[in-house]
């Protein structure tokens, strides 16, 4: 069973920055995808970045040009940089990382680390 342990989310002034780390316990070695989503109060979950094993990234339109996405595979370690946040930007978010088992994926899912942005 793979775990996901997030870190970096808290507080911030609206045009600041935040960094998010998720470690996972270990690497099944199969395809993966690692990402992070997140949830406001009252909205539904959403995809907000991820990239694949070889580096390839997919964006949200709300925070292209303002958050990257990187991992580091050796660690498997996924990093979530969020510059110029908004207050719109504000949710608990998620860590997840989906492993292609030959016909499905299965997903796992971190804890949730609050990134609240004043105005």
């Known amino acids: 069973q793979v775990q996901l342990v997030e870190s970096g989310g808290g507080l911030v002034q609206a045009g600041g920055s935040l960094r998010l780390s998720c470690a996972a316990s270990?690497?099944?070695?199969?395809?993966?995808?690692m990402g992070w989503y997140r949830q406001a109060p009252g909205k539904q979950r959403e995809l907000v970045a991820d990239?694949?094993?070889?580096?390839?990234?997919n964006y949200a339109d709300s925070v292209v040009g303002r958050f990257t996405i990187s991992r580091d595979n050796a660690k498997n370690t996924v990093y979530l940089q969020m510059n110029s946040l908004k207050p719109e930007d504000t949710a608990v978010y998620y860590c997840n990382r989906r492993d292609w088992y030959g016909s499905s994926w299965r997903n796992y899912w971190g804890q949730g680390t609050q990134v609240t942005v004043s105005s």
């Open positions: 990239i694949s094993s070889g580096g390839r990234t």
């Open positions: 270990s690497s099944t070695g199969r395809l993966n995808a």
